[in-house]
């Protein structure tokens, strides 16, 4: 290999770091936290801080709803810089990694063309819901990359003459892992479609492989169910409550009609109208040659994964990321027959290719407007920053109408890559702002107030707390009942933290034998007033409880 051979690889791989950077870890501190964050942070701080490894705990509560591999994840990034937020979310972010580099390996397994892999890579780099779950501290992620690279061994160790035990083990450690993460979700919404779709498209001989496949299954079975096991065994009446409140959950909870994902296209983002593309099964048929087998592969796994979504009562769309996963190896077929294989004479594979960049370079053009409505003219961005900011969506959507033009798909492909880039560079801050109550006046105040941070926090016990104001406060806000007299004086002093109008609703006796010292009220909603998300859950009075 010579010199200019070794630059160009590895100003490629630099390049591909550096993509894979902007996408999952610059600004992830950009998006106000959610409850779900909220939630998984929590739980993570008191592992580290009150040592619950193995019985998790949120707001000094049992929390054995979640399995607890990706709370130990984030425990290990608070014990490292304590109330770290882009930490957390980075932590994410390497999951998303884990999945990028099997989706990759999974590709060129399929096709033996790097090629497509790395085409499959930038799709799911650029596909919304893949970038959200990357960049907030939420559970999804892990359990379904684990997941993929179970998948990826366990195709491998198929797919291979003889008996692979190397790959059937590290497929079993994998899904042990994937348990570890959400429980069954990832078995039901990714492997099962996996293996449905295999079955129609490979049946390889599993002759001589059997006592691997066993050995796979039980190592999955003992890293699955180990914590499950000792939770059973130390709070088994807790575990029997959870159990059936999952269950129950999944049948009643967030209960939707059959049809709710039938806009699963969507959630891949810039690509929604590739992927209904993809499903032109006769048009592609013709044209992919030996592409033909791994598209409808990865076009049947893709459709299996949202029919068995929906066959579930629950459904929320961030239950449709694994489908991002399969339609990114679908996708990609398109896009290499565009780049490789399309030919002047082929009249309507031009046609999709240009109804696809042509709509994408119209939105891209059209992004200043929005820029001007919702960001310049309200104050949130200077002229300056949207002057320059214009000018680079506008040059990004040149790229993309000379890309169409000239039918040049690569170039189509790293201009939305070059568009997720720069908008996760430059425009990521200004998205946090729009998202964002700028009259908010955090509890997270109270951290600076030495005297009320040596206090017990106490919220009501007729009033519900959120998870948010806990993780903010950086204190358990643990339930009192205001009319047990005795609790209430064992408590003193505390810190109560209540609403605004149920401070007239506070007992009598209460008001007699204590002094009241306000500390101030706090405004932790995320959106602003006008916004209709906007709730009085998160206005709260804070007040200092002393006997007299």
Known sequence: MNIVDVRSKVGKWILIGLVLCCTFFVNNEAIFVDIM??????????MVYDGNWLTPTMNGELRLEKPPLPTWISAIAEYISSDNLGLQRAMAGL?????????????????????????????????????????????????????????????????????????????????????????????????????????????????GKWNACLSMLIITIVLSCWWYAYIYIYHPEMAEYVWNKESSSWANKNVRPWYYYWKFFLETGAWSLVTIFALFVPVWKKRLGDKTK?????????????????????????????????????????????????????????????????????????????????????????????????????????????AVRSVRPAYLLGGVVGLFVFAEIFLMPYVGSFVSNADKKSIALTRDIKEVQALPFYHPATEDIRMELVYAAYKKIQRLDLTDSTAVMAAMPFVLVQSIESEAAMPDWLKRNTIREEVDVYDDNPWPKEHRRYSSAFIKRVTIIRKK
């Open 294 to 402: 791994p598209y409808l592969f990865s076009l049947l796994w893709m459709l299996f994964v949202v029919f068995f979504l929906s066959l579930v009562p629950e459904k929320k769309t961030r239950y449709l990321l694994p489908v991002s996963i399969p339609a990114a190896l679908t996708m990609a077929h398109l896009f290499y027959y565009w780049i490789r294989q399309m030919k002047e004479t082929d009249r309507l594979g031009r046609i999709l290719y240009r109804i696809n960049g042509y709509l994408l370079s119209v939105v891209v053009l059209a992004l200043p407007v929005m820029l001007y409505i919702f960001m310049y003219k309200e104050q949130r961005m200077t002229g300056t920053a949207f002057i320059l900011l214009s000018l680079g969506l506008w040059g990004i959507a040149s790229c993309l109408f000379y």
């Open 37 to 46: 964050e909220s939630r998984n942070m929590i739980t993570a701080r008191e």
């Open 95 to 207: 999951a998303a990694l884990l999945l990028v580099f099997y989706l990759f390996r999974f590709g060129k397994l399929l096709t033996q063309d790097k090629v497509y892999s790395w085409i499959a890579v930038g799709i799911l780099c650029t596909s919304y819901n893949i970038i959200l779950m990357g960049r907030t501290a939420s559970w999804d992620i892990y359990c379904h990359a684990f997941m993929l690279m179970a998948i990826y061994y366990l195709f491998k160790a198929m797919q291979t003459d003889g008996c692979d035990w190397k790959s059937f083990m590290l497929s079993g450690i994998a899904m042990g892992l994937s348990f570890l993460g959400k429980g069954p979700v990832s078995f039901y919404a990714l492997l099962l479609p996996f293996l449905c779709a295999y079955l129609i498209y490979y049946r390889k001989s599993m002759t």
